[in-house]
């Protein structure tokens, strides 16, 4: 079965995860170190 209508919109979706996913590791890291 394929869920992606598009391999384009995966690709955005992904990058946009891998981003919040990112910023959430660092807002971690900085809220340990202070």
């Known amino acids: ?3 992606w209508p ?3 919109l995966r ?3 992904k990058v946009s995860y891998l ?3 990112e ?3 660092h807002r ?3 809220e340990k170190r202070s």
């Open 1 to 3: 079965m394929h869920l």
């Open 6 to 8: 598009s391999a384009a």
């Open 11 to 13: 690709d955005s979706f």
């Open 19 to 21: 981003k919040k996913l």
């Open 23 to 25: 910023w959430n590791l």
């Open 28 to 30: 971690m890291n900085s």
